[in-house]
T-cell receptor
């Protein structure tokens, strides 16, 4: 099974409220990633977990948090949503050694009002 | 400026025809390239990777990489309606460590009967 699951598929949030997005995979991949995609823009890497080590991109360091309670699950947390957070959020996973192909979930579409 | 640039933005190809599109990196650290395909409502799915100069063929898909110019292309032979999708080029640095991908904006391919 090469499925990456994301919940929810659609999320409506109010400005200033927190948002928590969930991703899971059962491929025993050591690395899990979060990307943000806005219309007419390329998917942009936000952060990734290699095992229990979190790596966050410099330009989004303060905007997003994440946790990985076990190998299968990874969350993306926004403490206070702003209008600029409206986007598609894509989760992916990969095995670091052996090709490093990333498997993507279907995404969560977040709309902030 | 996008570090990974794709062209054209979109193209239409008749069923059974050849679809060809391009990707160029402006970052000389990017040496590994992937092609991902995304159908509507789904996450991107890896088609193939290419790390060495020359051609790589997988079924109806052929990728070509010129490392000197950091130019990579994808050619789809005998295009089918199911090939209608958004095609992303993605790049990364060669590394034994986990790292994310840098994506281009994508090329939208439409296959018409």
């Amino acid at each position: 099974d090469t499925t990456v699951k994301q919940n929810p598929r659609y999320k409506l949030a109010r400005v200033g409220k927190p948002v928590n997005l969930i991703c899971s995979q059962t491929m025993n991949h050591d690395t899990m990633y979060w990307y943000q995609k806005k219309p007419n823009q390329a998917p942009k890497l936000l952060l990734f977990y290699y095992d229990k080590i979190l790596n966050r991109e410099a330009d989004t360091f303060e905007k997003f948090q994440s946790s990985r309670p076990n190998n299968s699950f990874c969350s993306l947390y926004i403490g206070s949503a702003g209008l600029e957070y409206s986007a598609m959020y894509l989760c992916a996973s990969s095995r670091t050694l052996g090709g490093r192909e990333q498997y993507f979930g279907p995404g969560t579409r977040l709309t902030v009002l | 400026q996008q570090k990974v640039q794709q062209s054209p933005e979109s193209l239409s190809v008749p069923e059974g025809g050849m679809a060809s599109f391009n990707c160029t990196s402006s970052d000389r650290n990017f040496q590994y390239f992937w092609w991902y395909r995304q159908h509507s409502g789904e996450g991107p799915k890896a088609l193939m990777s290419i790390f060495s100069d020359g051609d790589k063929k997988e079924g109806r898909f052929t990728a070509h990489l010129n490392k000197a110019s950091l130019h990579v292309s994808l050619h789809i032979r005998d295009s089918q309606p199911s090939d209608s999708a958004l095609y992303f080029c993605a790049a990364s640095e060669p590394s034994n460590y986990a790292q994310g991908l840098t994506f281009g904006l994508g090329t939208r391919v439409s296959v018409f009967p």
